[in-house]
């Protein structure tokens, strides 16, 4: 169902999940190409879309 933005691969591994006001954010990894991404999800009105969280270069 999720695939990653990156290369379209949906071989991803959930990291972890939290929520941030109506959302659920869920974290992802690509096993593929390693890229990280968030999915939000909100219950209450059914919208969900994903994030890149950046890939190799995350600068602190
Ligand atoms: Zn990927």
């Keep these: 169902m999720i ?3 990156y ?5 991803v591994e959930v990291v972890k999940t ?8 869920t974290h ?4 593929a190409c390693g890229g990280t991404f ?3 999800s909100d219950a209450s009105t059914g919208k969900e ?4 969280s ?3 270069a995350v600068k602190h």
């Design 3 to 5: 695939k990653c933005p």
């Design 7 to 11: 290369c379209g691969s949906d071989d």
């Design 18 to 25: 939290w929520k941030m006001r109506n959302y659920t954010v």
């Design 28 to 31: 992802y990894k690509c096993r």
């Design 38 to 40: 968030n999915h939000y």
């Design 49 to 52: 879309f994903i994030l890149r």
């Design 54 to 56: 950046g890939r190799r």
